[in-house]
């Protein structure tokens, strides 16, 4: 059976908990942000980001479900939050179950991003990679995007290096 690309529901704010946790767990070093930072966040985070990913214009939430299990994630923001100077939508919080990987999954959810993109007028959408993320970087390049030679670095730990990709939304 196929998985099912859709957009998150305002309702789903636990399961989004649980998956983002899972992330954070099985892939420490691919995200942002860290598992002790975000178990810590009060229940009313995770009601927001739900909520805002459900039906908020500046934010849409897509979860690849398939038997009812989530096995992917991905989100859409208008701007980038740690650099709003940077133009056009960011893709973040992408993640695929391991079990999953290799079998479209993360090209559904780049789509469904890229669409919602798309829809809001945007002429490309960028995303945050590390270059230790080899099977990230191959998928986002495959899904067309180009590094821009730009990095940035994490303001919890600063010797960790981020590179830039953007593509071209037709």
């Known amino acids: 059976m196929c ?7 305002a309702d789903e704010a636990l399961r989004l ?3 983002r946790l899972r992330a954070l767990a099985d ?6 942000s860290t598992l002790a930072r975000e178990e810590a966040f009060p229940e009313s985070v995770w009601h927001e980001r739900a909520s805002a990913g459900a039906a908020g214009s500046d934010r849409a ?12 994630l991905a989100t859409g923001l208008a701007e980038d939050p740690e650099d709003p ?3 056009g939508p960011v893709l973040v919080g992408m993640f695929v179950d391991r079990a999953e990987r290799r079998r479209g999954v993360g090209v559904a959810l780049v789509e469904a991003v890229s669409d919602w993109a798309r829809q809001r007028g945007a002429a490309r959408l960028s995303l945050w990679v590390f270059p230790s993320n080899e099977p990230g970087i ?23 290096t981020e590179l830039r990709m953007t593509r071209v939304l037709p």
Do not use: N
């Open 27 to 32: 892939a420490p070093t691919a995200f942002g």
């Open 138 to 160: 191959a998928l986002y390049t495959r899904c067309g995007f180009r590094l821009t030679g730009e990095t940035k670095s994490l303001d919890r730990a600063p010797t960790l």
């Open 85 to 87: 100077k940077l133009p």
């Open 17 to 19: 908990r649980a998956f």
């Open 61 to 72: 939430t897509f979860v690849a479900e398939q038997d009812g299990q989530w096995i992917g």
């Open 3 to 9: 998985p099912v690309v859709r957009r998150i529901r």
